[in-house]
T-cell receptor, first 115, second 114 residues
Framework: AQSVTQPDIHITVSEGASLELRCNYS??????LFWYVQSPGQGLQLLLKYFSGDTLVQGIKGFEAEFKRSQSSFNLRKPSVHWSDAAEYFCAVPNYGGSQGNLIFGKGTKLSVKP | KAGVTQTPRYLIKTRGQQVTLSCSPISGHRSVSWYQQTPGQGLQFLFEYFSETQRNKGNFPGRFSGRQFSNSRSEMNVSTLELGDSALYLC?????????????FGNGTRLTVT
């Protein structure tokens, strides 16, 4: 069965510092991969997606993610974090079969930004 | 293009009551999914509708039900509310609901059961 693991529940970085959020997946083949962001009290917004091709994917708000098949990872990165990036971030893969809906989400990583 | 619209944004209900939440998907999107989000359980899938048919269902009791109309708008209903039903209910739409069709989320309905 497919699954997504986000090992870090909470990360705090200083404004201007670089950021990397980890995501590992379990999947039978090369998956489609997604990163979503959720600001407090809001819905989820799609940051970026990987379908195929170039393993480095650019998204909105200056985020990028790299697909590494050998490590079953799809880590999210940003070179310089802004205070407005404080939010919760979710990694997701499609669900084929089962009762988990269209996408299987990780538990999320909450990002705090220090001034 | 308008995004996914959920109404109402906030609801306060009493235990034992029932509630109906509404979701209008992005124009052209035929798949609508519902998720419950709580601090303890995270995002949990409720059900998915495509072309007025429930195509997928999560592990929730029968008190949770939904439907989709011919214009793709969807409603979910929770009967006999319990305190544990307090959560953010998120609706998401996509063109086809398949793996390569990203979900687009609304801002959710915050339900508080007292």
């Amino acid at each position: 069965a497919q699954s997504v693991t986000q090992p870090d529940i909470h990360i705090t970085v200083s404004e201007g510092a670089s950021l990397e959020l980890r995501c590992n997946y379990s999947y039978g083949a090369t998956p489609y991969l997604f990163w979503y962001v959720q600001s407090p009290g809001q819905g989820l917004q799609l940051l970026l997606k990987y379908f195929s091709g170039d393993t480095l994917v650019q998204g909105i708000k200056g985020f990028e993610a790299e697909f590494k098949r050998s490590q079953s990872s799809f880590n999210l990165r940003k070179p310089s974090v802004h205070w407005s990036d404080a939010a919760e971030y979710f990694c997701a893969v499609p669900n084929y079969g089962g009762s988990q809906g269209n996408l299987i989400f990780g538990k999320g990583t909450k990002l705090s930004v220090k001034p | 293009k308008a995004g996914v619209t959920q109404t109402p944004r906030y609801l306060i209900k009493t235990r034992g009551q029932q509630v109906t939440l509404s979701c209008s998907p992005i124009s052209g999107h035929r798949s609508v999914s519902w998720y419950q989000q709580t601090p303890g359980q995270g995002l949990q899938f409720l059900f998915e509708y495509f072309s007025e048919t429930q195509r997928n269902k999560g592990n929730f009791p029968g008190r949770f039900s939904g439907r989709q109309f011919s214009n793709s708008r969807s409603e979910m209903n929770v009967s006999t509310l319990e305190l544990g039903d307090s959560a953010l209910y998120l609706c998401a739409s996509s063109r086809s609901g398949t793996g390569n069709s990203p979900l687009h989320f609304g801002n959710g309905t915050r339900l508080t059961v007292t």
